[in-house]
Nanobody, 124 residues
Framework: QVHVVESGGGLVQPGGSLRLSCAAS????????MDWYRQAPGNPLELVAH???????DYADSVKGRFTISRDYAKNTLDLQMNSLTHEDTAVYYC??????????????????WGQGTQVTVSS
């Protein structure tokens, strides 16, 4: 019943900006930690940014000062504001969230959910 969908990716020039969004929907009781990951072709999946249940944030060294992660508790959404983009930021970006949900009356699930990914391409 729970679905996680990213949006906002696209083609942008070096030095430009993009804002990615992630929306979770379904029979959600509570969302805990949320993360943005990315994967470039031939590279392993890497953690880009993290926001805790309480709202504290952490970033990969490569994006500190350029990216900002934020969440909207009421709307069950997650954003990633990306500024000063470079070629090295080109990747598929994935949203991940730990979600407690209702499977059926009296039955619950607590697990990690992944979005389908959104492509970000930084090129001249």
């Amino acid at each position: 019943q729970v679905h996680v969908v990213e949006s906002g990716g696209g083609l942008v020039q070096p030095g430009g900006s993009l804002r990615l969004s992630c929306a979770a929907s379904g029979s959600i009781i509570k969302i805990f930690d949320m993360d943005w990951y990315r994967q470039a072709p031939g590279n392993p999946l890497e953690l880009v940014a993290h926001v805790s249940t309480e709202g504290s944030t952490d970033y990969a060294d490569s994006v500190k000062g350029r990216f900002t992660i934020s969440r909207d508790y009421a709307k069950n959404t997650l954003d990633l504001q990306m500024n000063s983009l470079t070629h090295e930021d080109t990747a598929v970006y994935y949203c991940n969230a730990s979600i407690l949900s209702v499977a059926s009356p009296g039955s619950y699930n607590l697990r990690s959910y992944w979005g389908q990914g959104t492509q970000v391409t930084v090129s001249s």
